[in-house]
């Protein structure tokens, strides 16, 4: 496999994607994002590694299951997965906006019930595709994040 450099966008171009309308926003970044990406069963024996037990001294080989944080192409193997999740996200019909930065995620709506509405539905959304919310680090439905 080649080395796939990061696929993070410019944030400058990603904000002027915004719409003039936009007032309210959620901002959720995704917790332990990486391990929340499964390897598939046939690409599992790619990522197999010798561990030795520091008590004991006994060798185990152990084979990462989900997308490593160590391995140099996961944040754009990440950043995929997440877009192709998010494409199925109906903003249509939510009358949202939502913007991927690596692990973080803006959702921008023009109304206060627009954006409980649509948080609700991301959130929902993000769960059922086995995505963490790092609740610490989440600002919802607020006029003005961070």
């Known amino acids: 496999m080649e080395y796939a450099p990061p696929a993070a966008p410019n944030s400058y171009i990603l904000l002027s994607q915004l719409p003039l309308e936009a007032g309210w ?26 561990w030795t037990e520091p008590d004991t001294g006994q060798q185990l080989q152990l084979t990462w299951t989900q997308l490593p944080p160590s391995f140099k192409n996961s944040p ?18 939510y009358r949202c906006t939502l913007l991927q930065y690596v692990d973080d995620l803006l959702l921008v709506c023009a109304t206060e019930i627009e954006c409980q509405t649509a948080t609700q539905a991301l959130l929902s959304h993000l769960a059922g595709t086995g995505y963490r919310v790092s609740w610490k680090k989440a600002q919802l439905c607020r006029e003005q994040v961070q």
Do not use: I
């Open 25 to 50: 926003f959620t901002c959720l970044d995704l917790k332990d994002a990486f391990f929340c990406v499964r390897l598939a069963p046939q690409s599992q024996s790619l990522f197999t590694f010798e």
């Open 76 to 93: 754009t193997l990440f950043g995929e997965a997440l877009a192709s999740d998010l494409a199925t996200f109906p903003r249509e019909e």
